[in-house]
């Protein structure tokens, strides 16, 4: 358990982040983690579930849960002269939920409405082909919510057990801030503790291995938009991978905001697409560096080739002195800013310790501060060197040329 | 000039409330206000494009804007040490702009991508359905972005001259709030306000007019998606409609959260949607309360019936005092968490000046506090008695009944 008391804010911001995420999920499972994120709201020995959120929001909280391919994390916050009702119903919900058949089988509906709901998102879609082509033949490859297939055959025993081999006190952390007493906190909790602690661990081994060798190209999926949406990705650094700082400066100056350069070279001086961003994103033994943009069919390939003419430019050159100055202030800037959320604590502690990252914000900066020129421009040279695997949404023209330069 | 000194906040807030909107354009200009409050991004005399942004970005601070139909708004976060750098670039925008005719070209052909985007997204579409059918034949009634003809057509200079009349000091709130002093903010605006205070207020009369009555019936838009996306709606209280406390609370009831009746009939029962939210707009003379969800076409009309029963229920035997305590301690609970975030603050304190709504916090809060069961069973009768305006984005097929009840 990890808690940040934090002076000056009338919030009690908690979370709970257990290490269970798709990418552990056999065949058979694929959807388990998330379809178990949302059975577990549907009522307790004590509480219905309408019970369940109406304790926290009938005093104006929020609770809600998200799952990801490495893991879940359920999250309260309210004021903190309500924490007790937090511990109370979120320890209730993890430890002790019914899962009755009946709530099962609704459930199943909603998250079948929810992945129709993804389909009709262009960029879920393209996420979706993105990690199936960079992660396979790992669990990372497939997306959280599973398969309509997987779904509809998915029974209410095997998410029980799924959750009772699981959920256990080894694999949870307990992340709090705000107005928070560590002490107090920890006593609330330890029935939880003592519950989920008895758990045993799964028989059989973990799944899912790593990821294989990324595969380039252009993958389509033909849908009936106007606009074309697109991710053109690299493999990148590992969540604990040292480049990283290197890797939030590159990607700052690509495609960081407004003065970034992909914007500017795309959108101000070109007027090409409403935007353009890169991003990036890290798992435990793998990660992606993505280029995101939408636009007309028309402008698919000039785009492409203001993205290619942008990164080969840092390939070949680097960034300027400026470049790594400007971006050093926005990473700072961004950070502090970050911090003055609450929230943000609690988020931020969760994810770091379930990963075993020891480095404190300061560690971060101080790695930040350190990067040089020589660090980006040999990361640049690295990761854009190779082709990139493009994913296309939207309204395709059957043999379109697509060049990648 | 209104600003809110909050201590405990090493950031800075700025924003400058425009009471331009959509909604006075006349049909040759629709869309300019937006056009506006983009080229106003792309350069003055002293700053190109690419430096105004930067300068914000560079200390990890964020400059955007946007255009509602009633008002635009410009604002920017940073640390408060960087403060001297948004009052100085946003000055300079707002007034010495030089709106070069190659980058209106360019920016144009950005709004045409950016009413592309909004056109694959059935929210965006379903609104626009929705406000075309309350609103008509006022200025309301048009989507903020202007039209693919009207953008087409529209020139550099008219918006040039838009501006010139319309963004005067008379007609501008500034808003800052968290690290600020607004003695010393008050004398770095000088400048600005004496520039603005010399243009000439626009010699035709205000368009846009008042809207008539709403248009009741089902509207489609068929889009070639996975699910319907259903917005359900009726006119509702103005802005400063002494019942919009009782529509609050009746909103919070009917689909504020998880405990709400709508999520809890349509999700948590019956397992017919992944979600399902009620909630209000409201302009000067006019307003709307709307249901919306999105589903597989076949439950369309199951719930359609489950929310026409809801309603009806709520129209026949109004709210519980459970309902009512729970609404109120949930509003209070989420105004108190909301203002913990300084930015929240700039943009009430801004758009309340800019609407003349004298009201502070406490002022709604008692409000709140005030309303009765009766205030919400007689508000609910007079808005849920009448057919609603529905519209519906997505998979359609032509002669599909669709009873409204």
Known sequence: MVSERLAHTAAFNLGFFVGVGSRGET?????????LEHVLFKGTERLSAEQISASIEAVGGDLNAYTAKEHTCFYARLLAEDSPRAIEVMSDMLAHSLIRPQHFRSERTVVLEEIAMGNDDPGDVAHD??????????GLARPVIGSVDSIRAMERDTVVDYWRSRYRADDIVVSASGAV?????????????????ARRPPLEAAVGGA?????????????DFEQLEVVMSWPGPALLDPRRSALDVLVTVLGGGMSARLFVEVRESRGLA?????????????????????CAPSRLQPIIDVVRSVLDDVVAHGITEEELAR??????????LGLESPASHMSRNGRTWLQDDPRSVADIMAEVAAVTREDVHALAAELFTGRPTLAVVGPWQE???VSLG
Chains 1, 2 share one sequence.
């Open 27 to 35: 065949d058979a499972l694929h959807g388990a983690s998330h379809m």
């Open 129 to 138: 082909i993105t990690a199936r082509r960079l992660y396979g033949p790992s």
């Open 181 to 197: 007493d560590h002490d107090q906190l920890l006593e609330a909790l330890a029935p939880l503790d003592q519950a989920l602690s």
């Open 211 to 223: 990821p294989a060798v990324a595969e380039p190209g252009v993958f389509v999926a033909t849908r």
């Open 274 to 294: 409403y935007t353009i961003d890169a991003s990036e994103i890290a798992y435990t033994d793998a990660g992606q560096v993505s280029i995101e943009w939408a």
């Open 327 to 336: 971006a050093k202030g926005q990473i700072r800037g961004q950070t502090l």
């Open 399 to 401: 043999h379109t040329p």
